[in-house]
């Protein structure tokens, strides 16, 4: 028996807020099926759903889902059939729901699927049970049959990061695009490079300078170890010696 949603109170997003901004370029474009395409209008909507979905860092084409594309293109599926076969494929499970714990699958999803960032940790709690009681399918099944989807995006369009940037603020929101991918505590999982010199075993660079620190070179040459310096010396040398060389030939 499946756990009905815990309920969780919405914050102050921009999405929430009616826009009466005029359309520009700095707007999201959107793209839906609701008048004819041509084949270039279909390949770009195709494209743009793979970006929002999967994003540039799995866009591969041995991720492709052909038999997906070609029943969009027919008219046999429509937009939000094809965004659930992207959710529910077997590269999106490998590369996305295996490498993430629950709690950031669900505010990948979110992103991706509804097109803003999640509330607040309740809401991420609430959407993790039903992942967990109802598999991915099932998970991936009641966001795009909830009325938030249904109001914004329709069975036609795809969806896009709504009201990234407002008219009022010198800035907008970061794109969701810059999310990695995994976590921290799947990278940690991930198998350390082994790596080797004429001198030994070659240090990590990892730690040498803290995240705002400016690199210095006199500053990594203090805190590397020989054959770390050693490894990064000698290929800029061999280019120097090889330039000179050839400098000197054409004398």
Known sequence: M??????????????RVAGYEVPGDEQPRIYTTENTLSPGEMDTLI???????CNEQQMLASNRQRFLESQLRVGQITVKDFIRGLAVSDSFRRLVYNSNNNYR????????????????DREKMAWSIVLATKGLPGFIDDLLNSEEYSIN??????????????PQRSQGDLP??????YGIDYRNKLPKSSLSGPWGPIQRADGLFTQNERFDFATFVERANGPMVAALLLPVCGIVIVMLAIAIGNQ
Request: aromatic content about 12%; charged content about 20%.
């Open 2 to 15: 499946a756990l009905p949603l815990l309920s969780y109170s919405p914050s102050s997003q921009n999405q």
């Open 47 to 53: 494209h743009v759903a793979y970006r929002q979905i």
């Open 105 to 120: 699958f669900v505010q990948i999803c979110i992103q991706r699927i509804l097109g803003r960032e999640v509330y607040n």
């Open 153 to 166: 995006f329709g069975e036609d369009i795809v969806p896009y990061q709504r009201r990234r940037i407002l």
């Open 176 to 181: 969701f695009e810059r999310m990695a991918r």
